[in-house]
C-alpha cells in the first residue's frame, strides 16, 4: 500500500512539473516555434526588432566587452552575489531565420529514427566546444587577482571519466600549474604513450589537447574540484593518479559514486575498458557488479561542497543529465557556469529540450549551443522546433543572477550576435562539422 502511494505521489510530483513548465513556456513564448511563415507569423508583431536594434545591441556589448568586468577579489571574498533576475529577450524572426539557416533541421529530421549516428546540426555544432568565454575569463580573473580570497574557487564534474577536463580546469580555476593535465595523463595510463594514442585520448582528444595556459606573474589560489565517477575501475585509476601526485589532498577530490534524480544506490560493472565514455546508469553490468552510492545533486552539494558558490558545474552521466539537473534545485542557486549533455538515450527520451531550457530559465539560466571556431548559438528565448529531435550535443548556460559572472553572460551573448552576423560562414552541416583529428597534436 505504501508503495503504491509513493508510486502516485512520483506521478503526480511529475505530472505537476510539466504542466508549470509548459504553463511557463506558453506565457514566456520558450516554447518550440515552426520556421517558415509561420515562425514569421508568430513572431512578427511582438517580437520582431529592426537591424538597426540589433546592431546597436551588438555594438552596445561589443563595447561593454572590450573593458570586461572581473570577478572582485580586492574583497574578502569572491563570491557569487545574487542580483535581480534580467529576463532574457525574445529572437526577432529575422535572428530566428538566421539560426535555422546556421543550424538547419533537414539532417536532424531525416535521421531522427537513427540518433546514435549523431547527423543533427545541433551535433555538428557542439560536438567538442572550445568554450573560450570561460578560458578568457579566467585568464582575466588570475591577471587581476591578488589572491585574498577567503574560500575556494570549486568545481564540479559530475560523471568524470578519465578526470582530463576535471584536471584542467582546477588548473584554471587555481592558476597553479602543478595541476598539470600531461603528468595526469602519464599517471592515470601508467604510460607516456598509451594516454596518446588515438583510443584513448578520448572524444574530443581531451588527453592531448592544450592545457589553460595560465598568465605570466600570477599567485595561486586555493580551488577545489569534485570529480565524481560511478564505474569501478575508472574511479579506482582516478584515486590513485590523485594520490600518486599528491593531489588527493591539495584540491583534486575523487568521490567513487553516481549521480541522479534521487538518492540510493546502483549497480556498475566492475571491470572493462578503463575510462569507457558510453556507460551510465542504465547500461547494466552482466555479472561482474559492484553496488555504488547514488546521490541526488543536492545531497551531494550539502555533503561535500556546502555553502560556497560552485564556479563550474559539469555534468556527463550518459543520457541522465536532466534527472541530475531536476536533483539539484538548491545547489543551482548558487552554481555560476553549467555545462550538459543532450542526448537520446537514458531519461533524455522522455524528457524534451523545450522543457529543461524552461526549467533553467526560471531558475535563471541562460543557455546555449556551445560550438567551435568562436560559434555559439543562443536557445533560451530562440528555441526552434527541432532541437527537441534528441541528439547528442552539449549545451552552456550562465546564471545570469550572478553579478560575479556578469562579464561572462555579456561575452556569451556578444559571441551569439557575432555568430549570427557570420551567416554562412558559420554554418553547421555535414560538410560543416567538427572533424576529429588527433595527428593534430600528436605527430
Not at 74 to 91: E, H, I, K, W, Y
Not at 135 to 143: E, I
Not at 358 to 381: A, E, K, N, V
Amino acid at each position: 500500500m505504501a508503495t503504491r502511494w509513493l508510486l502516485r505521489l512520483s506521478l503526480f510530483a511529475n505530472l505537476a512539473f510539466i504542466m508549470r513548465t509548459v504553463l511557463y513556456g506558453a506565457c514566456y513564448n520558450t516554447a518550440p516555434v515552426d520556421d517558415g511563415d509561420d515562425m514569421m507569423n508568430e513572431y512578427q508583431d511582438t517580437l520582431s526588432k529592426s537591424r538597426a536594434d540589433n546592431d546597436q545591441k551588438l555594438l552596445r556589448l561589443r563595447n561593454i566587452t572590450k573593458s570586461p568586468s572581473s570577478p572582485k577579489v580586492n574583497s574578502n571574498t569572491r563570491g557569487a552575489v545574487p542580483m535581480p533576475d534580467l529576463p532574457v529577450g525574445q529572437c526577432s524572426a529575422e535572428q530566428l531565420r538566421a539560426i535555422k539557416r546556421q543550424l538547419p533541421s533537414e539532417d536532424c529530421e531525416k535521421h531522427q529514427r537513427a540518433p546514435f549516428n549523431q547527423r543533427c546540426s545541433h551535433t555538428y555544432a557542439t560536438k567538442c566546444p572550445d568554450q573560450v568565454w570561460v578560458d578568457d575569463f579566467y585568464t582575466r580573473f588570475h591577471t587581476n587577482s591578488n589572491s585574498t580570497l577567503q574560500e575556494s574557487l570549486v568545481g564540479i564534474f559530475v560523471g568524470c571519466n578519465k578526470g582530463m577536463d576535471a584536471v584542467d580546469t582546477l588548473r584554471m580555476l587555481s592558476g597553479n600549474p602543478k595541476f598539470d593535465k600531461n603528468k595526469w595523463r602519464d599517471t592515470f595510463f601508467r604510460s607516456k604513450t598509451l594516454g596518446k594514442t588515438d583510443k584513448n585520448a578520448g572524444v574530443c582528444l581531451q588527453a592531448v589537447t592544450p592545457m589553460f595556459e595560465i598568465p605570466e606573474g600570477t599567485q595561486a589560489v586555493d580551488a577545489m574540484v569534485h570529480c565524481i565517477e560511478p564505474l569501478p575501475v575508472t574511479a579506482r585509476e582516478l584515486s590513485r593518479s590523485a594520490r600518486e601526485l599528491g593531489w588527493a589532498s591539495d584540491g583534486l577530490t575523487v568521490s567513487h559514486a553516481a549521480v541522479a534524480r534521487e538518492n540510493g544506490m546502483a549497480l556498475f560493472p566492475d571491470g572493462g575498458q578503463l575510462g569507457k565514455e558510453n556507460n551510465g546508469i542504465a547500461n547494466g553490468c552482466g555479472n561482474n557488479c559492484k553496488e555504488v552510492t547514488v546521490y541526488d545533486l543536492d545531497t551531494y552539494v550539502e555533503k561535500y561542497a556546502p555553502d560556497v558558490p560552485i564556479n563550474i558545474l559539469s555534468i556527463d552521466v550518459e543520457g541522465y543529465d536532466s534527472d541530475v539537473i531536476l536533483g539539484g534545485n538548491r545547489t543551482l542557486r548558487r552554481v555560476e557556469y553549467l555545462e550538459f549533455e543532450y542526448n537520446w538515450m537514458g531519461s533524455w527520451k522522455a524528457m524534451p529540450l523545450s522543457t529543461l531550457i524552461s526549467h533553467l530559465d526560471q531558475m535563471g539560466f541562460t543557455c546555449y549551443w556551445p560550438g567551435f571556431d568562436r560559434t555559439i548559438w543562443r536557445i533560451t528565448g530562440c528555441f526552434l522546433k527541432h532541437y527537441n529531435l534528441h541528439y547528442w550535443s552539449n549545451v552552456a548556460c550562465i546564471n545570469r543572477r550572478m553579478d560575479s559572472v556578469r562579464s561572462v553572460a555579456e561575452t556569451m551573448e556578444t559571441m551569439f550576435l557575432e555568430t549570427i552576423e557570420r551567416g554562412d560562414g558559420a554554418l553547421r552541416d555535414f560538410d560543416h562539422r567538427f572533424v576529429r583529428n588527433i595527428s593534430k597534436y600528436v605527430p
